[in-house]
Antibody, heavy 115, light 107 residues
Framework: QVQLVQSGAEVKKPGSSVKISCKAS????????ISWVRQAPGQGLEWMGR????????KYAQNFQGRLTITADKSTTTAYMELSSLEPDDTAVYSC????????WGQGTLVTVSS | DIQMTQSPSSLSASVGDRVTITCRAS??????LSWYQQKAGKAPKRLIY???SLQSGVPSRFSGSGFGTEFTLTISSLQPEDFATYYC?????????FGQGTKVEIK
């Protein structure tokens, strides 16, 4: 059974960047695709983007164009999400999820952006 | 981008009630739609895929229907453990988009 384990909580200053990892174990990684979804406090789910590691194809939501980068390291079965030019409104829980099913999910990483 | 308009945003219902939640897509998405349930502090759980297929292990009181632009999630007899927030997700074209969510609360 695939398990996704994310890196820990982050506190960032406005204008800085954050990079979160998502390590997959126990199943397919290269072909399934990994999506990143965020959820601001008390808000809904927001799909950010996706990578299919085997071909290195990435797709991003328009809201994040230019400041979101999703990468993957096939050798370590780890996906990464880097968001730059952080603002307080980027404070959220960021989660990775596998495949079209978005199943399973990582445990979520809280990113707090505050001066 | 395809917009997913989900309604209602919240509802109050009693145990045993029949509940229906709707998602409308701004353009046709065939049946490339899933429904998720999210409880507080937990990751979302997929209930329905391909608009009407029940995810393995999900109780049969949950059902989905629709094709193209109009989709519904129905809970035939609401149970205490069903009080949660529900989201639709289209994966027909990028960017994938979620509906705004429907919070199901106890009446």
């Amino acid at each position: 059974q695939v398990q996704l384990v994310q890196s820990g909580a982050e506190v960032k200053k406005p204008g800085s960047s954050v990079k979160i990892s998502c390590k997959a174990s126990g199943g397919t990684f290269n072909t399934a695709g990994i999506s990143w979804v965020r959820q601001a406090p008390g808000q809904g789910l927001e799909w950010m983007g996706r990578i299919i590691p085997i071909v290195g194809i990435t797709k991003y939501a328009q809201n994040f164009q230019g400041r979101l980068t999703i990468t993957a390291d096939k050798s370590t079965t780890t996906a990464y999400m880097e968001l730059s030019s952080l603002e307080p409104d980027d404070t959220a829980v960021y989660s990775c999820a596998k495949g079209v099913a978005l199943d399973p999910w990582g445990q979520g990483t809280l990113v707090t952006v505050s001066s | 981008d395809i917009q997913m308009t989900q309604s209602p945003s919240s509802l109050s219902a009693s145990v045993g009630d029949r509940v229906t939640i709707t998602c409308r897509a701004s353009q046709g998405i065939r049946n490339d739609l899933s429904w998720y349930q999210q409880k507080a502090g937990k990751a979302p759980k997929r209930l329905i895929y391909a608009a009407s297929s029940l995810q393995s292990g999900v109780p049969s009181r949950f059902s989905g229907s629709g094709f193209g632009t109009e989709f519904t999630l129905t809970i035939s007899s609401l149970q205490p453990e069903d009080f949660a927030t529900y989201y639709c997700l289209q994966h027909n074209s990028y960017p994938w988009t979620f509906g705004q969510g429907t919070k199901v609360e106890i009446k």
